[in-house]
């Protein structure tokens, strides 16, 4: 089946740092990704829509100069965080969708990310 | 756009109980429906979908019927296992549509 990594696994920066959080797609292209934040109550909060060759898409109230979201090419997407702080540590999640309808969605294994 | 609503939890149960995790949703089309899993330390897995009304999904004993009329797609297993701990996410994507809108989650616990 197709798999997504992740990495890191998890990460600890400190406050006004950026991190970068890689997505890649190991065994089939994806000309879209999606970034999710899930939050310790479990929910599932998408974030943005990654667009191989164009500008990520951002959901309502996701700030775009502080998550940035780059899509280099059909198997690699990144999720910077940048000027961390600490209510940005979160779990991010990324995931793509298959080739096919209907469109499941194949999912990391997530990146934890302490902001101190 | 489309929503989902699911069962808040956390639902604990005995081994052997029978489970139901209710889902409903809303959306302006025929979207397709989907289960998936999270099991503690890992990430989110599809355990079972439908793509139209009256379908039934299924997968590990799991099942999930796309009710129409009710606007529903409730998980059911007749008897749960511990190994059955996680939580679980309905979601609804549009035909044509990559994005999949998802639920709160709901927990599961199983006790011995």
């Known amino acids: 089946g197709a798999v997504v990594s992740q990495h890191p696994s998890w990460v600890i920066c400190k406050s006004g740092t950026s991190v970068k959080i890689e997505c890649r797609s190991l065994d089939f292209q994806a000309t879209t990704m999606f970034w999710y934040r899930q939050f310790p109550k479990q929910s599932l909060m998408l974030m943005a829509t990654?667009?191989?060759?164009?500008?990520?898409?951002?959901e309502q109230g996701v700030e775009k100069d502080k998550f940035l979201i780059n899509h280099a090419s059909l198997t690699l997407s990144t999720l910077t965080v940048t000027s961390a702080h600490p209510e940005d540590s979160s779990f991010y999640i990324c995931?793509?969708?298959?080739?096919?309808?209907?469109?499941?969605?194949?999912f990391g294994p997530g990146t934890r990310l302490t902001v101190t | 756009g489309n929503s989902v609503t699911q069962m808040e939890g956390p639902v604990t149960l005995s081994e052997e109980a029978f489970l139901t995790i209710n889902c409903t949703y809303t959306a302006t089309g025929y979207p397709s429906l989907f289960w998936y899993v999270q099991y503690p330390g890992e990430g989110l897995q599809l355990l079972l979908k439908a793509t139209k009304a009256d379908d039934k999904g299924s997968n590990k004993g799991f099942e999930a019927t796309y009710r129409k009329e009710t606007t529903s797609f409730h998980l059911e297993k007749g008897s749960v296992q511990v190994s059955d701990s996680a939580v679980y996410f309905c979601?609804?994507?549009?035909?044509?549509?990559?994005?999949?809108?998802f639920g709160t989650g709901t927990r599961l616990t199983i006790i011995p």
């Open positions: 995931s793509a969708p298959g080739r096919t309808e209907p469109y499941e969605q194949y």
């Open positions: 990654s667009n191989e060759g164009s500008k990520a898409t951002y």
């Open positions: 979601a609804c994507g549009d035909f044509g549509n990559e994005k999949l809108t």
